[in-house]
């Protein structure tokens, strides 16, 4: 590509020229400045002949997105990442996770529950990659019950106790799931590595299990208030249920 040729070559001469002005080389400064004006006439006639290019072959394949072949091309990206994809153009199922191929804003989102990833690029093989590497991120994941658990307990024991304003534990008592999250987050580190896409999906996970660690009982509530709730999917069956609040029941 002769733009990129050009490029090249200005950003070495201009090291070069710099490097002589740092050293005080006066006749390296000479040679290297004639050298970077030949550079510059060089770039400014072929700059704009390779964004015309480039932007012809953009919309060329801005159109190619509202014909099916794209959309096959895209899915067959897809599954070659061993990815279970079900649906049409534009929504499509990736286990618990939505897939929307936008062709007119243009954009893709891949989604599990409210959260979405939205990606702005489409082409096939990079979306697969993109995608691929999103899904397999959370749902291979390690996820212990009773880990999960005992992590859960811990945190409801400190919202519980700021909500009651009393040292002891009112178990029974619900508490907001998302209080629950930022207890659990309570370092600003920790929100990076364990987002809440990740939180709802061991919620979703622990929603199959017996939900019950020692001698707790744990129970998700549900709630109309969309700002209050975390949409769950279940792993297994897709099933979709919002869940609000916590409680763990103690049973001695």
């Known amino acids: 590509m002769p733009l990129k040729n050009d490029l090249r070559r200005l950003n070495n001469v201009f090291r070069k020229l710099d490097r002589a002005t740092e050293t005080w080389n006066f006749a390296d400064f000479q040679k290297f400045r004639s050298q970077f004006e030949s ?17 012809d072959e953009l919309s060329s394949k ?49 989604k599990y529950g409210r959260r979405a990833e939205r990606i702005r690029f489409f082409e096939p093989g990079r979306v697969g990659i ?16 009773d880990s999960f658990a005992r992590d859960l307990r811990t945190a409801y024991e400190v919202v519980n106790r700021l909500n009651s304003h009393e040292r002891s534990v009112n178990w029974g008592r619900p508490v907001l799931l998302k209080e629950v999250y930022k207890v659990l987050t309570l370092r600003s580190g920790c929100r990076r590595d364990y987002t809440e896409v990740y939180f709802i999906y061991d919620l979703s996970k622990f929603r199959t299990s017996a939900m019950r660690f020692a001698d707790y009982r744990f129970e998700l509530g549900t709630s109309r208030d969309v700002r209050r709730t975390y949409l769950l999917v279940d792993p297994e069956t897709h099933r979709e249920i919002r869940v609000s609040s916590l409680t763990i029941h103690r049973e001695v």
Do not use: C
Request: charged content about 30%; proline content about 6%; hydrophobic content about 35%.
């Open 62 to 110: 801005r159109r190619m997105l509202q014909q099916p072949d794209y959309h096959d091309e895209l899915v067959n990206a897809l599954r070659s990442h061993d990815l279970p994809i079900e649906g049409d153009s534009p929504n499509y199922k990736i286990g618990p996770f939505e897939l929307r191929v936008d062709t007119d804003t243009p954009l893709i989102s891949f």
């Open 39 to 55: 550079a510059i006439a060089a770039l400014n006639d072929t700059w704009r002949k390779e964004i015309d290019r480039s932007e």
């Open 130 to 145: 993109k995608i691929s590497a999103i899904y397999k991120r959370i749902v291979n994941r390690h996820f212990n019950a």
